[in-house]
């Protein structure tokens, strides 16, 4: 397992085909890595597997404290627990020109902001709809009480993105078994089922 760093290229050239200064060894196969054209066009040096899972930046919010969650104008005064550097927050920083600023209560997780949000300590929390599912299931909140939205955003940041694997570019061999794997995982309903067992929605990617 790797921390995220400051953004994807940086993560695919110190895991995948660079390595750091300190000499660690490099991963043969990264999964959970953002497919996009422009991504690839500027990592030449690294070859993407097949997607097999669309993402989406989504809300948990506690009902009772929100009437509903439809657009973004509905956070209000509300405090929104969040991991900081993630999608969600740089979304809600640079969302109606700062707005919700001081809305938002940064962790150095999404694991820490999940807690926050479960303890009563912000009646919204933002991440990825996969993580706050996960973290809803796990905790047995039920889900009449913490509804999960997702809202619409004209801002610069992608709120749906699918995610697949990368190689170094002079592995493609691997990169093909890897999306041949995966495909027959979803043809038989096993990467459903996997998702399932961690309360997670399998939203297959466009095509799949």
Same mark, same amino acid.
């Given at each position: 397992?790797?921390?995220?760093?400051?953004?994807?290229?940086?993560?695919?050239?110190?895991?995948?085909?660079?390595?750091?200064?300190?000499?660690?060894? @490099?991963?043969?196969?990264?999964?959970?890595?953002?497919?996009?054209?422009?991504?690839?066009?500027?990592?030449?040096?690294?070859?993407?597997?097949?997607?097999?899972?669309?993402?989406?930046?989504?809300?948990?919010?506690?009902?009772?404290? @929100?009437?509903?969650?439809?657009?973004?104008?509905?956070?209000?005064?509300?405090?929104?627990?969040?991991?900081?550097?993630?999608?969600?927050?740089?979304?809600?920083?640079?969302?109606?020109?700062?707005?919700?600023?001081?809305? @938002?209560?940064?962790?150095?997780?999404?694991?820490?902001?999940?807690?926050?949000?479960?303890?009563?300590? =912000?009646?919204?929390?933002?991440?990825?709809?996969?993580?706050?599912?996960?973290?809803?299931?796990?905790?047995?909140?039920?889900?009449?009480?913490?509804?999960?939205?997702?809202?619409?955003?004209?801002?610069?940041?992608?709120?749906?993105?699918?995610?697949?694997?990368?190689?170094?570019?002079?592995?493609?061999?691997?990169?093909?078994?890897?999306?041949? =794997?995966?495909?027959?995982?979803?043809?038989?309903?096993?990467?459903?089922?996997?998702?399932?067992?961690?309360?997670?929605?399998?939203?297959?990617?466009?095509?799949?």
């Amino acid at each position: 397992m790797v921390d995220a760093g400051e953004n994807v290229d940086g993560d695919l050239r110190l895991n995948l085909w660079k390595g750091d200064l300190a000499g660690s060894p @490099l991963a043969d196969l990264m999964l959970h890595v953002p497919t996009d054209r422009q991504l690839a066009l500027r990592n030449d040096q690294v070859f993407f597997t097949a997607p097999y899972f669309e993402q989406e930046i989504a809300f948990a919010y506690r009902k009772g404290d @929100l009437e509903g969650f439809d657009k973004l104008d509905d956070i209000g005064d509300k405090t929104v627990a969040l991991e900081g550097s993630s999608a969600a927050d740089l979304m809600l920083l640079t969302a109606q020109g700062g707005r919700f600023r001081e809305n @938002l209560k940064h962790y150095k997780s999404f694991e820490e902001a999940a807690k926050a949000y479960l303890a009563g300590e =912000a009646p919204i929390l933002a991440g990825t709809r996969a993580a706050i599912e996960a973290a809803l299931f796990a905790a047995k909140a039920p889900k009449d009480d913490n509804p999960i939205a997702t809202v619409p955003s004209s801002g610069l940041v992608k709120t749906r993105w699918e995610i697949g694997g990368a190689v170094k570019t002079d592995s493609r061999d691997l990169a093909y078994a890897v999306a041949d =794997a995966v495909t027959a995982l979803n043809t038989d309903g096993r990467l459903k089922a996997i998702c399932e067992t961690y309360g997670v929605t399998y939203t297959p990617p466009k095509g799949y």
